[in-house]
């Protein structure tokens, strides 16, 4: 079943040169769209009780991200599972190392901030939650990943993401060191110390 739903998704490579510039074009900009997100919550310019939720709201997905990263790195150590390309013909569409292929970090990224937003009722959780689905099918599509690799990334940042939303009160000191230590680093440069929203 996984191989079937691979062969079906990577078949559809090397047929449209618009469609694999296309889905390259989102794997590849995965991690710089992600940075995007994190910069455009920050620095959000709504009222001030929106600006904090928006600012937590990085800080949570940072550090749910982080942690399934964390995860994901561990898995890799313990369990070795060789990418579509090592075991069978494929269309590959990137360049990519022979590492092990369950989970995708990618993936990982992207639900992490995907999820983070659908907990904390974000008004953009749905656009993050698309961009997920479609970042995670790009992965598959390139030939880098199989369905399971991606599938297993979203539940490893469903588990980070709740978690650190349900332990959001005991990890309240630790948002205060973070927003602290930017009020500190910003308080003169005007341009960034106003959205220091949180530390006065």
């Given at each position: 079943?996984?191989?079937?739903?691979?062969?079906?998704?990577?078949?559809?490579?090397?047929?449209?040169?618009?469609?694999?510039?296309?889905?390259?074009?989102?794997?590849?900009?995965?991690?710089?769209?992600?940075?995007?997100?994190?910069?455009?919550?920050?620095?959000?310019n709504?009222?001030?009780?929106?600006?904090?939720?928006?600012?937590?709201?990085?800080?949570?997905?940072?550090?749910?991200?982080?942690?399934?990263?964390?995860?994901?790195?561990?898995?890799?150590?313990?369990?070795?599972?060789?990418?579509?390309?090592?075991?069978?013909?494929?269309?590959?569409?990137?360049a990519?190392?022979?590492?092990?292929?369950?989970?995708?970090?990618?993936?990982?990224?992207?639900?992490?901030?995907?999820?983070?937003?659908?907990?904390?009722?974000?008004?953009?959780?749905?656009?993050?939650?698309?961009?997920?689905?479609i970042?995670?099918?790009?992965?598959?599509?390139?030939?880098?990943?199989?369905?399971a690799?991606?599938?297993?990334?979203?539940?490893?940042?469903?588990?980070?993401?709740?978690?650190?939303?349900?332990?959001?009160?005991?990890?309240?000191p630790?948002?205060?060191?973070?927003?602290?230590?930017?009020?500190?680093?910003?308080?003169?440069?005007?341009?960034?110390?106003?959205?220091?929203?949180?530390?006065r």
């Amino acid at each position: 079943m996984n191989y079937a739903v691979f062969q079906w998704i990577n078949g559809w490579a090397g047929n449209s040169p618009f469609l694999d510039k296309v889905m390259i074009g989102i794997t590849d900009s995965a991690p710089y769209v992600a940075v995007a997100f994190m910069l455009l919550l920050w620095f959000s310019n709504a009222n001030r009780e929106k600006a904090i939720a928006k600012q937590y709201t990085v800080f949570y997905t940072l550090l749910s991200t982080a942690l399934a990263l964390f995860s994901n790195a561990v898995i890799h150590l313990v369990y070795y599972h060789p990418r579509p390309f090592i075991t069978h013909h494929v269309h590959k569409l990137v360049a990519h190392a022979a590492d092990s292929s369950f989970v995708s970090d990618h993936a990982v990224l992207v639900f992490a901030i995907a999820f983070t937003m659908l907990l904390r009722g974000d008004r953009w959780k749905n656009i993050a939650f698309i961009w997920a689905v479609i970042v995670g099918i790009s992965r598959i599509y390139v030939g880098v990943h199989y369905p399971a690799d991606v599938i297993g990334a979203a539940a490893l940042s469903w588990g980070t993401s709740f978690l650190v939303i349900r332990l959001s009160v005991k990890i309240e000191p630790l948002a205060q060191i973070v927003f602290r230590i930017y009020y500190k680093l910003t308080k003169r440069v005007p341009v960034l110390s106003k959205y220091s929203h949180t530390v006065r």
